[in-house]
C-alpha cells in the first residue's frame, strides 16, 4: 500500500519540473533585445523590434536573397553529384537554347509567365489595396 502511494506522488512531481521548463523557455523568448544598437525594446520580427525591423527592410530582404541564392547553388551542387554529366549537359544545353527551352516547356505542359517582375514599390501598392481598399496609388 505504501508503494501504490509513493508511485502517486512521483508522477504529479515529474509534470511539475516539465511546466517549470516550458514556463522558463517562453519566458526566454520575451527577454531577447533588438539587435540595433542601443536599443533596449523587445525583439519581434528577425531579430529587431518593429521600428527598427521596418529601418532595415530592404537590408533584410536583400540578405534573404543571398541565402536563397546560396541554397540554390547547394542544392545544384548536390544534383550535380548524383546524376551523370551526359544528363547533366542534356540539361544545359537545354537551359541556354531559348528554342529548346520552349520545347521543353511545351512538352511539359509548363505555363512561362513572360511578364516583367514587380517592383517593391508595385508589390506595396497591390498589398495595400488588398488589405485596406481604397488605400494605395491607384493605376
Known sequence: MKNAALKKTST????????????????????????APS???EASTH????????????HIRFNEKVKAERRLNAYV????KKY?????????ETLEDEKKFKEMVSE???EL??????TDDEFLAKFLRAVKPGSGSSD
Open 47 to 58: 531579430g529587431y523590434c518593429r521600428l527598427h525591423y521596418i529601418s532595415n527592410w530592404k
Open 84 to 92: 551523370p554529366q551526359d544528363f547533366l549537359e542534356k540539361i544545359k
Open 108 to 110: 511539359l505542359d509548363i
Open 12 to 35: 504529479p512531481t515529474k509534470k511539475v519540473t516539465t511546466a517549470k521548463k516550458v514556463v522558463a523557455k517562453a519566458s526566454d523568448k520575451r527577454e531577447k533585445n533588438c539587435s
Open 39 to 41: 536599443c533596449k525594446k
Open 113 to 118: 509567365d513572360m511578364s516583367p517582375k514587380e
Open 77 to 80: 551542387d548536390r544534383i550535380a
